[in-house]
Structures are given as C-alpha cells and as structure tokens.
C-alpha cells in the first residue's frame, strides 16, 4: 500500500499527488513512470514521474481524469493509499547538452516533458518552453515550467491565454525566426506529438515524443504495448516510452489506443453512476 | 501394509481415471476440468504400483521423489505421511500433481508401462496433497538452524518459489522481489483457474510465507533497485535469478499490430491475472470474437484457445504448422480442448493478418504445410504448398509462439555472460557467471517446465549453501591465520 501525502487540483481535470514510495524516488530518472493500480479489481495504468523527492522518499505524479482508472485516482485524498505503484519503469530519458532545445507540453503531457526540461535545463540546455492546452484553466505548471525554462511560450486552442493556436504553430514560429535548434521534445495528445513531428521533419532536428500505448504490465511480458518505430515492433514499456518522433507511427498508434473504447465507456458510466449515488447518500 | 496382490493381479487392474466436469459444462466455466482421484480410485490406483527394487520412476523425476515410497505410504493410508515424503523433494506437489508432463517425465519409464498404462503418479501426488489440504493437516516444519546469510530471489515462479523454501527450511533469511503485484510467475498470469485453481497456488505460497520468506512485490529488479545494489546495498550474501522466460515472440508477419491481436501473455494476463473475464466488475477490458484463432501447439496456445472458448467465442481455432504428433502441449491437455470443440487446423502457417476499415481483425490467411526433412531438432520441417493459401474469417488472433527471458536484469546487471537467445548462462549446478549469483527456470532455459524450473531452483539452493558455507569458512581460516 501506498500513500498519498499530498493533493492538489491543478485543473478541473488534472490533479496533482505526491506519494509515499521511497525506492522509487530514490531511484526515478527523467522520462520514468510508474504502473499504478488502486483497488483489488483495479487496471494497471501507466502514469509518468513528473517529480520526486529522494530525502522524503515522495513521488509525484498528475493525472488527466478521463476514465474509470484516472477519475478514481483522482478522486482520492490525502491519507488515502494506492494499492500498487511500481517503478521506475521505461528507460530513462538520455540527456546532453545538446545547446538548444525546446521541450513541449501539451494538455497533461506538461506533466512529463517537465522533469524532462529541468534535466536537460541543469545539463546545461538553453530551454525553451511550449506548454499548450484547449484553455486557459487546462493549461498547468506554468509557474515550475516558466522557473526552468529560459523562454516560456504558451498557447491556447481558443485562445483565452497566451497565443491562439497549437503548440506545433508556435514551434514552426521558433523555426521562422531562424533561431538554432538542436532538438525538439514533444510530449502530449498523439496527433500533437504528430503534427509537431511534422513540423521538424523538414528540418532534420532531432526530435523525441513519449508514446502512450496501452499498457498492462509496463515490463515487457505482454507486448500490448507494442509500437511500430522504423519499421520495428517495439515494446514501448521497456524499449521507450520515449522514441525518434520522425521513426514513428502515429496513425498506427492511434487506431490501436481505440481498441476498448467501447468496454472504456461502460466502465466510465458504471464508475459515473456509482459516484451520483455516494453523493445522492450524502 | 503392504501390497497383498502379486505382481500378475496388479497388472490386471487397469488405470483409474480422474473424475472430471463434462466438456459440455465445463466450457461455461472457469472451474477445474478435473477433480482427480478419489479416495476409493486412489486406492486401487496405488495397487498397481509393482514396488520394482530398482524403481525407474524416480529417475525419470526431474526432483527425485521417492514415488515406490510415496504410493506404498498411501496404500497404508497414510496420505499425510505420503505427501509428506514428495515434500522431501518436491515442496509444490498440489501443483506438480496438476500440470507436471508427468506422461513425459515419471510416468513414461514407469515399468508397469513397459506391457501396460503406467500407474497414474501425477494424479496420485495431487490426491494426497489434495487430501491434506482439504482436511486442513499441513505442519509448517519448525526451523531450528539459524544462519545469518541473507539470499535474494529474484521472480517468484516456480523456480524461485522452491529455492526460497529449500534456503528457508535450511535457516537462511530469504526475500522473494517480485516485479508483478502477485506472486507465482507462469502460475498465475499464465496458467488458467481451470487447470490450477488460484486458491492453491495462494496456499502454497502462504506455505512459503510460513517458512520465514519475505515476500516483496512491485519490485522490479533493474528498476527498482539493481541486482549489485540488493549485493552492496540491501547486505544479500547470494542471489538467485527466477525471472523466467516472459517475453512474447511475435511471428513479423502483416497486420500483427491490428485491434484484436494479442500474445497468448497478454491475452492470458488480462483474463487470469486481472480477471477481464469478470469486466465490469473489474476494471481491465478483454474482447473476444465470435470466431477465434490461436496459432501455436505449446500449453501456452492450449490454455489461449481454451480461454477464449470460455469466454464466448463460437468457433476457436488452433493453427499449427506442424501435425498433431510433434504439439509439444500435453496430451492431456490436447485431448480436453478437442473435447471442448476447439478446432485444429494442423499443417497451417498464417501469413497474414487482414483488417477491416476500423483496423480491427477480420481474418485471417493461412497456408497449408507439408512434412520435409527432418531439421536439427529431429523434427520434419514443415514446407509450405504452392497454392495453398485459404482465408479464414476470425475477429480475435492470439500469438502462442514462444517466449523469451526478459532482458531487464541481463542488461543492468554488468558481468552476466548471457547467451545469444537472451538466456542467463549456467552451469550444471545453476552458478552463473557471477560468483554469489545463480539463476535458474525458464531464464536460463528459455521456455521449459514448472518441474525443471522447480528442479533447478532446488539445485541452486544446494548450491548456494555451499557456496556461502565456503565464503564463512574462507573467512574463517583468514582470522585463524592473521
Ligand atoms: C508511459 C505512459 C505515461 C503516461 N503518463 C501519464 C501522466 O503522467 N498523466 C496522465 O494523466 N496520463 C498518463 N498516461 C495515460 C494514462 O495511462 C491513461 O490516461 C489511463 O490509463 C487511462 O485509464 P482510464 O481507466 O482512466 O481511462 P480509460 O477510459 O480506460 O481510457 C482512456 C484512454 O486511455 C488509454 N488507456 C486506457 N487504458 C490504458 C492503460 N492500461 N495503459 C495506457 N493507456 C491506457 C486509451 O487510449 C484509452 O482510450 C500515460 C500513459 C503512458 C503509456
Ligand atoms: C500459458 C502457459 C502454460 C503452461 N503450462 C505448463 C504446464 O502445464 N506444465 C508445465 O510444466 N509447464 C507449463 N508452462 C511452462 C511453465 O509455466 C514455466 O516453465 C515455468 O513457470 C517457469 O518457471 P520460472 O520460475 O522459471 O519462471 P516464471 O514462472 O516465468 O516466473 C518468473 C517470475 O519472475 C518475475 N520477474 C521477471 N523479471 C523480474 C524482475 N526484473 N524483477 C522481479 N521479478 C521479475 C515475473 O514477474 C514472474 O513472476 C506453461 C507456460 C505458459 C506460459
Ligand atoms: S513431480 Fe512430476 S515428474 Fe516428479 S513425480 Fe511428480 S508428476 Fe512425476
Ligand atoms: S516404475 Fe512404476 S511400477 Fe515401478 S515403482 Fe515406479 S511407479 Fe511403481
Ligand atoms: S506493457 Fe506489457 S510489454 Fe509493455
């Protein structure tokens, strides 16, 4: 059992936690995650480390509530506990000094480019950041983004805070005003992750996203998690979850995370359904 | 007791059959097929046994029980004393007597076999360890010998399960890391409730737990913490590695990344481990077509087929490119799935997975095979027809072609000769590379059987105390000599 000793809601969908698993915050590299699971008849689902706290043995994690899994982990309060939390898992992120990079957030992807661009930050990089999101109220750690980054840029869809637009337009805008990137992170919803790979192919810079298939153990023994990667079957839990953005296959990606949309739904509407009467007894 | 009937009488009783659920019924649920030997069938089964002076049965265990023993113990009836003989040797017997090949092991030398059906070992080393579980008669042994040695095993499969219990009964302090957030490998993610009731392996492993062994699951090694810093930092004198061979293959033939296709690993996972096969009332999904193909012809499609049968499907396939005579699945297990309906599709190689607009699976195309020349594993090597090709209609394919170690500890773990297929390199003694690590099971064999993992984690137990034995008394004679 794992603790949680913190919580915080960073949006309507998105909350934060911090919790107890001192092995793993020993141990955790930019670019890690953990398994979560957190009941008995709960799914294993993969949730990135986006912080962690070594001398108080913490973890932190922030989560998109958009189904069953995630709702009810965010639905949990401090002093709660997670019955599983296994990790560090997936290879960690390689960071160089590569001079400059900019690192991409889009929506809760924020969450796992940040411990990314304060790696690559205290490697010496000159950072830039894009956090983007549909929103204003859904774009998050913008203040932890903003204290690593040399330049910070945000965008919404709608533009009700900082430039209208996606985060690829403000990437191809870095681009035109001929300013030297050495590479690209671009970590968020997969068309983004995409789109954004589409921006730099012209432009050979190195670009990196982390994929998010579906997973079930996240230790390389069932092969769900298998992604296309030139060409080659990779299992994302330990060959990744990050890969060469240009190498990859996207559409193929987005066909296989559909797979359960259906049993998802009713999995959705069962939890839904047992929330409103918890709170019609309250 | 002993046997009151002479040799000739005992030939003439013929083998006894475990008592099983009907294929009819049993297709509608996740229950044993079998319920094995009753009392009254264990009891003649045990007279068949010829008692031979030079008993061939124990050769052919990869632990060495004492079957003559163990069998005249249950015509005495006493089945406690005879379970607790093959505890001797074997500390997992309500397992071993479930899904051991015991046809290919024990029971193919057995000699009364020789002229007639050789006496049903397996099934009788289930019924006394079903008897004594039932009735509630197990004994924890009392460990008197303490040693101040701390060993870590790594997986908790069969393998490691057993060299934990071997190094627990001899006094060592054992910790079982376990990646997963159960116990029991293959066990429990892979083998189906039907052929081996979880609520068993549960009391085998809670056997273990009574022995003083420290169970510690979510914990990757490699990950979590590497195999040097459980020897440097965590204080462990030796290490064994059971960390299995469980890893899918994949065939590298089109259409194998559509919805709809698994590996047998992570289609057994989701069902076995996670329960699927009460989704929504758990929270991990499965889908099933109507029509289903499993391509393989080892216990792992066996199982796959079976499933997926249980689970609705109306029409299952098995797809093997080889004939019937070389499936390395148990016969036992062949048998159940022909009577469960599953259909086999032998001398048949897919070679391409068809999807429809959704990208999920809606066929797929096979080829059929014919025998060649036997190749360097003896078999005849199967060659495909020209024109052959025929489209079978199937939502669901499950990949059952074989497994391989997991390369997480192999490659964090600096030192370790592993060989090209990925297995852990080892002696005939289970040392590795590494002086205080051994290794053993399905890692170092790369996909074998519960008894040889069992077999092999035994042997590295032995080892182990040799080893640290040596280590103390080396140091030892250093004070001696300062
Ligand atoms: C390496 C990795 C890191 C991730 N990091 C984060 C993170 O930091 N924060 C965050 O909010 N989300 C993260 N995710 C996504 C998160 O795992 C999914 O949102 C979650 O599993 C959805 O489960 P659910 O039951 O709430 O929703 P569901 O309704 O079950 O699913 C919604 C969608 O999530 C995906 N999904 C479903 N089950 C799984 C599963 N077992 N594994 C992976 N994806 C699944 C599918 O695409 C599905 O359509 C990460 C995913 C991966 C692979
Ligand atoms: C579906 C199926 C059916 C089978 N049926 C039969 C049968 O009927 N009869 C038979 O004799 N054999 C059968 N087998 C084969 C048999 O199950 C295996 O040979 C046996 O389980 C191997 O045991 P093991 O202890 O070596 O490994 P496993 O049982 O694979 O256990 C290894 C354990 O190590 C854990 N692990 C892996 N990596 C790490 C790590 N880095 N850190 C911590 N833990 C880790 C794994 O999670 C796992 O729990 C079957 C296999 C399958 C897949
Ligand atoms: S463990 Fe297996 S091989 Fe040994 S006696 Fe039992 S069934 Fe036979
Ligand atoms: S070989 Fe067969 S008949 Fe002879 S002792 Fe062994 S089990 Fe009995
Ligand atoms: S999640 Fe199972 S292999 Fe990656």
């Not at chain 1, 990790?87 to 480019?113: F, K, M, R, S």
């Not at chain 2, 006894?16 to 319920?35: C, G, L, M, P």
Request: net charge negative; charged share 25%; proline share 5%.
């Amino acid at each position: 059992m794992y603790k949680i000793v913190e919580k915080q809601q960073l949006s309507d969908i998105i909350t934060k936690l911090v919790i107890e698993a001192p092995l793993i915050a020993k141990k955790r590299k930019a670019g890690n995650f953990v398994i979560i699971r957190v009941d008995e008849n709960g799914e294993r689902i993969p949730i990135t480390i986006a912080d962690s706290d070594p001398q108080k043995g913490t973890v932190t994690i922030i989560v998109q509530a958009v189904g069953k899994t995630t709702k009810l982990l965010c639905s949990l309060n401090k002093g709660d506990y997670v019955l599983d939390f296994v990790g560090p898992l997936g290879e960690p992120t390689p960071i160089h000094n590569y001079g400059t990079v900019v690192c991409i957030g889009g929506g809760v992807g924020t969450a796992e480019v940040y411990p990314i661009a304060k790696a690559l930050k205290e490697a010496g990089n000159n950072v830039i950041g894009i956090v983007g999101a549909r929103t204003k109220n859904l774009i998050i750690l913008e203040d932890e983004m903003r204290a690593i980054c040399n330049e910070l840029y945000i965008t919404t869809d709608d533009g009700s805070y900082g430039r209208k637009g996606f985060v690829s337009d403000q990437l191809q805008d870095l681009i035109n005003s001929g300013i030297k990137i050495d590479a690209v992170y671009a970590i968020g919803p997969i068309p983004m992750m995409k789109v954004c790979a589409n921006v730099t192919r012209p432009y050979k810079i190195k670009t990196y996203v982390s994929l998010n298939p579906i997973m079930v153990d996240g230790t390389g023994m069932c092969g769900g998690c298998r992604v296309t990667v030139g060409g080659k079957m990779k299992f994302a839990c330990v060959d990744g979850p990050e890969f060469d953005a240009h190498e990859v296959d996207f559409d193929e990606l987005i066909m296989r995370n559909r797979t359960y949309v259906d049993l998802e739904k009713i999995s959705d509407e069962l939890y839904e359904k047992h929330v409103c009467k918890l709170e019609g007894v309250k | 007791m002993t046997n009151p009937l002479k040799p000739s009488e005992r030939m003439k009783i013929p083998r006894q059959h475990s008592i099983e659920q009907t294929a009819e019924d049993r297709i509608k649920n996740f229950f044993e097929v079998s319920f094995g030997l009753n009392e009254e069938l264990a009891l003649i089964e045990a007279k068949r046994c010829l008692e031979c002076k030079n008993p061939v049965c124990i050769e052919g265990c990869p632990v060495r029980i004492d079957i003559p023993g163990f069998i005249k113990l249950i015509l005495e009836k006493d089945y406690v004393g005879a379970v607790n003989k093959i505890r001797e040797a074997n500390y997992l017997p309500a397992i071993c007597g479930r899904v051991c090949p015991q046809e290919d092991q024990c029971e193919i030398v057995c000699l009364l076999g020789k002229k007639h059906e050789p006496v049903a070992i397996g099934k009788l080393e289930r019924f006394v360890a079903d008897y004594e579980m039932a009735n509630n008669l197990f004994e924890t042994p009392v460990i008197t010998n303490h040693i101040d040695k701390k060993v870590a095993v790594v997986g908790s499969g069969p393998a490691g399960l057993t060299c934990a219990a071997e190094l627990a009964k001899m006094g060592y302090k054992v910790t079982i890391f376990e990646a997963l957030h159960s116990t029991g490998g293959v066990l429990r993610y892979g083998i189906p409730e039907f052929r081996l009731p979880k609520k068993i392996l549960d009391i085998e492993v809670d056997r273990i737990k009574k022995l003083g062994v420290e169970i510690y699951t979510n914990f990757v090694v490699g990950r979590t913490a590497t195999l040097d810093e459980l020897l440097d930092e965590w204080g462990f004198d030796a290490v064994f590695l059971g960390t299995g061979a469980g890893t899918p293959n994949f065939m590298g033939i089109p259409g194998e990344n559509l919805s709809g296709v698994y590996s047998a690993n992570e289609f057994l996972t989701r069902v076995n481990f996670m329960r699927a096969y009460a989704f929504p009332e758990t929270d991990t999904p499965i889908k099933i077509g109507k029509q289903i193909a499993v391509i393989g012809g080892g216990n792992t499609a066996m199982d796959a087929v079976r499933t997926a049968k249980r689970l609705g499907a109306e029409k299952a396939y098995l797809i093997y490119r080889r004939s019937r005579t070389e499936m390395p699945a148990r016969v036992e297990e062949v048998m159940h799935a022909e009577e469960e309906g599953i259909e086999f599709l032998m001398l048949t190689n897919p070679i391409r997975i068809i999807g429809d607009d959704f990208n999920w699976v809606k066929a797929i195309e096979c080829q059929k095979m014919e025998l060649g020349e036997p190749d360097e594993s003896g078999r005849r090597k199967p060659v495909p027809v020209q024109g052959s090709e025929f489209i079978l209609e199937v939502q669901t394919v499950i990949e059952a072609i074989g497994q391989k170690p997991n390369p997480i500890i192999q490659a964090t773990t600096p030192g370790l000769d592993v060989s090209k297929k990925g297995t852990v390199v080892v002696d005939d003694v289970q040392r590795t590379s590494r002086p205080n690590v051994f290794a053993g099971g399905d890692l170092t064999r790369g996909g074998a059987t519960v008894i040889l993992a069992m077999r092999d984690g035994k042997i590295a137990a032995e080892e182990i105390h040799k080893y640290l034995q040596s280590v103390e008394a080396k140091k030892e004679s250093a004070t001696v000599n300062k």
